[in-house]
Structure formats: C-alpha cells, structure tokens
C-alpha cells in the first residue's frame, strides 16, 4: 500500500513537472533577471556602466584611441615652447605608463592587435578591446592618469596653450580607459528605500488600488445582481456593459484625457456645473484633482471586468436556495447575506486578487492621463520604475523598483489567499 502510495505520489510529481517548469520560465526567470540586475550599477548612458562587470578591466580601444593623440599634442605644444620642461615630463610619465602597461601580459597580448585594427580603421572585437586586469594594477593606472590630468589642467591655467582643450580632453578621456566592476549589491534597494519619493510613489499606489477596487466591488456586485436578473433586453444590457473595459486602456486613457480637458472637456464642465471642482482646470493641474480623474477614469473602464466575474459567481447559485428562504420569511437583505456572499465567495477572492493586482501594477491609464504629474502626485512604483529605466537610462536602480513591485504583489496575493481564501482552502484540505 505504501509503494502504491509513493508510485502515485512520484506520478502525480512528473505530471505537474511541465507546469511547474513553464512558470518558472514565463514568471520566476524575468524575476530572477531583475534582481540579477539590481545588484549592478547599470547606466546605458555611461560608457563604462552599460554592462555588467563583476572585476576590473582595461579598455585598450580607449586607451589607444587617446594615448597617440594626447602624445602628439604635447609634442607640438612643446615644440611651440609652451611650458616645454613641464610637459615633456609629464610626456615621460605618459611613455614610462604605456612602457609598464604592454609589459602586463594581460594587455600586451592584444595591444599590438586593436593598434593595427585602429590605425586600419577595422571593427574591433570587444573581447579583445577589454581586458582584465587585478584591482592593484587597475588603482594604479588610475592614479597615474588622474595625476597627469590634473597637472595638465594646471599648467592650462598658467600657460595659454595653443591645444588646449584637445590636451586636457584627451587627458579627461585617459581617465575612464580603467572599467571599474559595476557590481554593488543591494545598494539600490538601500537608496530606494530611503528615498521619500520611493515612498510617495507607493503611498500612491496604494490610495489608487484601495479607492479604485473598493468603488469597483460595490458597483461591480451591484450590476451583476441586476443583469442576474431575468428581463427583456438583458442579453443586450450585458453586452453594452462591457464595452469600457473592451476599448483598450490607452485608448480610454487619452479619451478621458479630452474628456477632462480645462478648456473643452464635457465631463470638467459637468463637474464644474454640480460643484465637483471649483474650475474646469482642476481635474488634471491640482494633485487630488489628478488623483480623483484616473480613479474615476478606471472605475469607469474596469468595473464591468468586476461585475462580469462576480456574475459568473452568481449564475452557479441554484434558484431553489432563494426560494426556500422566502419560503421561511427571510427578506432580500437577509437572503443576500446569508446564500449570495457565503456561495460567492470564491468568485469574490477571484475578482478581488486579479482586480488588485491589475491596480497595484497600473501603468498604462496614468502615464497617458497624467504622465504622474503634477509634482509626481500621481505617480506609481510601475511609473516611477519606468522612469528610472528608460527616462534616466539607469537598468540597475529600474530592475531594483522592478523587483519591488513584484515582492509587493506576492505579498498581496499572500494576504487574499490567507485571509479571504481560508475557508475554502480549509475544507479542500480536510478532505
């Protein structure tokens, strides 16, 4: 019996194995990605922060690309007699500093190779273009070059120099030929959850997923009680519902945005005319007036997705139910307690994590309508993580908000599941 048993057991294993495997491959691995990132300092707009470095390295295209240069402007600054005795030492150190760098075997091996390729104006294989070199030798390229930067900036402020900016930008250049690692733990997470606007974006977020939902289960349970109910016209009534949440959400985004208009906008000029707002104008330039528009904006789209959930729930309900309690003198109020919500209550769950986790995530409404503004009053953790990614270029600090606004989901799917989905859990593992 206990073979059959650890058989069944192992099969039933192999069966959900594929399962298991395709979530973590569409869920977990993008996940992983994320926080593989957030441990680097990576910024698409920094030459030598665009990739991930665990170590040192020497960028001998760079390098190459400036030493020849640099050399040949301090010649022809010299030759012209401007400060000879101090550039030609510092012309020494720029030679005893390339002497000593081909001697690492590291980078003498390629040096003569992305020499040739540049002098011949070929593509340079990146592999070859950098090189790793150990922290002492990397802290000592730097210092040197630092040092040769500043005693040219110096001798730039005492002695007009025909070159001048070639000379110290050439050695400003000399000064990121060393690729230092860009890995840097969890100092993202540490900034981000310092950071007040961090905070500010989440404590938006939060207003917007608890107002929107909140306005959205009352309304949405309230609709589908009524197209429950059996009438002419209701096939049709169904249908007409659902047309918001069928526009796409960045089409009814910049709808409302012209609805909301301070000028034009028919639904500002309503909420103007029943003393909604003060003026037209408010809705989108004041902070709780942005606030107020998108929530409106996606209770209007999304509370048919609501109701139609929650209709689904209804509809399993046998007629039989309601009618033995009318039977038994129970009013409609005490019929709904008592038979709709218990026997609802899983359509409910279901309505309620998806339409939560859909608000905590929401991106597309607000970017559109408000772009987050004014003064970021509107901003979510998804907006603000796109900002930092794409805006400002900065990969590592947008995966790290990434990542925070995944922990945050999975801590609200563990909320629903624990406290509105106890019960139901109970019972099925009772049996």
């Known amino acids: 019996m206990a073979k059959k048993k650890a058989s069944e057991k192992k099969m039933a294993y192999m069966l959900i194995a594929p399962a298991l495997l395709l979530i973590l491959v569409i869920s977990v ?3 992983l990605q994320s926080f593989y990132f957030s441990l680097f300092d990576l910024k698409l707009n920094s030459p030598t922060k665009s990739e991930t470095h665990l170590s040192y390295s020497f960028d001998l295209e760079r390098y190459l690309d400036n030493y020849p240069f640099l050399v040949g402007g301090i010649d ?3 030759r012209n007699g401007n400060a000879a005795d101090e550039l030609t030492e510092i012309k020494s150190k720029l030679q005893a500093l390339d002497t000593k760098l081909q001697k690492k075997s590291s980078i003498h091996k390629n040096y003569d190779i992305v020499n040739d390729k540049l002098t011949n104006m070929e593509e340079i294989n990146p592999e070859q273009a950098i090189v790793k070199i150990d922290k002492k030798t990397a802290k000592d390229i730097q210092k040197s070059t630092k040092k040769i930067h500043e005693e040219l900036k110096a001798i730039s402020k005492n002695t007009k120099l025909a070159q001048e900016k070639k000379v110290v930008g050439l050695s400003s250049a000399m000064n990121q030929v060393v690729v230092e690692p860009t890995f840097i733990g969890l100092e ?3 900034e981000n959850l310092t950071d ?7 404590g938006n977020t939060m207003t917007f997923t608890i107002i929107s939902v909140s306005l959205e289960l009352v309304l949405g349970l309230a609709i589908a009680l009524l197209i429950n109910k059996a009438f002419i016209g209701r096939g049709l009534i169904r249908a007409t519902i659902l047309i918001p949440w069928a526009i796409p959400t960045a089409v009814s985004a910049l709808m409302w ?7 034009n906008g028919i639904v500002a000029m309503l909420f103007e005319k029943f003393g909604l707002v003060d003026s037209m104008s408010n809705l ?13 904006a996606d209770v209007w789209k999304t509370t048919p997705y609501m109701s139609l ?3 689904a729930g209804l509809q399993t309900i046998p007629g039989a139910l309601y009618e033995a309690a009318s039977i038994d003198g129970a009013t409609k109020w005490k019929q709904f307690t008592s038979i709709t919500m218990p026997l609802i209550k899983s359509s409910l769950l279901v309505a309620l994590l998806f339409r939560t986790l859909d608000a905590f995530r929401v991106f597309d409404l607000i970017f559109v309508l408000t772009g987050g503004g004014p003064a970021n009053s509107t901003e979510t953790i998804s907006i603000m993580a796109y900002k930092s990614m794409f805006n400002q270029t900065n990969f590592g600090d947008g995966s790290a908000l990434s990542v925070i606004v995944f922990i945050c989901v999975a801590i609200i799917s563990m909320i629903y599941i624990k406290f509105l989905g106890r019960d139901l859990l109970g ?3 009772k049996k």
């Open 427 to 429: 019972d099925h593992s």
């Open 309 to 311: 959930l929650l209709l």
């Open 257 to 263: 945005k012209y609805l909301y208009d301070g000028q």
């Open 284 to 296: 989108l330039t004041t902070q709780s007036g942005a606030m107020f528009s998108v929530i409106f």
């Open 76 to 78: 022809n600054e010299i």
């Open 29 to 31: 691995w993008p996940v």
């Open 188 to 190: 993202h997470y540490k």
């Open 196 to 202: 007040k606007r961090m905070w500010r974006a989440l």
